[in-house]
């Protein structure tokens, strides 16, 4: 009987152990199944606000580089009313300011820039119509003794170094969300990860 009764013991003993594997790894299992939950969570949400900051950098780096090429038209249009002042070459005048005018309408947005051709067609006119007026400018009998028009030009040319400092700030924030994009495409129920790229100034290696 006592013999029995130990048999028994130790079934139990064995059972009771069996028990406490089982739910020792189920509760480890849901353990790591949260904790893995929660590290995608955190990583979505890490990304999700990596994404956002670049999107304003991006929206910033635009505003700055289209303002500064406004002033540079502005500054032409500026040159050109000095010379009017004395109604020297009317006709001319006229030419060139609607010359200048038609700039604006030509200039790529955020959109219609992934056309390369676009850019480039607005780079060379830019720089055609620039020539001309500031040719134009110095050909007028005061300029030697008017410094505002001296100025002005500074300004025109100074505004023409900083154009590819500013497509290269825009493309370096650019770049990065889109890469951030290629590498998180795998996050689930993210609007902002599934949004499109950026164009960008430089072209691929394979146009180049």
């Not at 990583?43 to 002033?71: F, G, H, P």
């Not at 100025?151 to 290269?168: A, M, Q, S």
Request: net charge negative.
């Amino acid at each position: 009987m006592r013999q029995k009764l130990n048999m028994l013991k130790g079934q139990f003993s064995i059972l009771l152990l069996l028990i406490l594997i089982v739910g020792a790894n189920f509760i480890f299992s849901c353990k790591k199944r949260v904790s893995q939950e929660t590290e995608v969570s955190i990583s979505a949400d890490s990304i999700v606000t990596k994404l956002s900051i670049l999107r304003d950098s991006i929206d910033r780096a635009w505003v700055i580089m289209i303002n500064d090429d406004n002033e540079k038209l502005q500054y032409l249009k500026r040159l050109l009313d000095e010379v009017s002042y004395n109604n020297y070459n009317m006709n001319r005048y006229k030419e060139l300011s609607a010359m200048v005018d038609d700039l604006k309408g030509m200039r790529y947005d955020r959109e219609t820039m992934r056309n390369s051709a676009l850019i480039d067609q607005y780079d060379s006119a830019t720089s055609e119509v620039t020539r001309q007026v500031i040719e134009f400018s110095m050909n007028y009998p005061g300029y030697e003794t008017n410094e505002l028009m001296k100025e002005l030009i500074e300004d025109i040319n100074f505004k023409n170094g900083y154009v590819l400092l500013h497509r290269v700030h825009y493309d370096i924030f650019a770049e990065e969300y889109n890469e951030l994009l290629d590498d998180y495409s795998n996050i689930p129920d993210n609007e902002v990860v599934r949004s499109e790229k950026f164009p960008l100034f430089k072209l691929p290696p394979d146009n180049i």
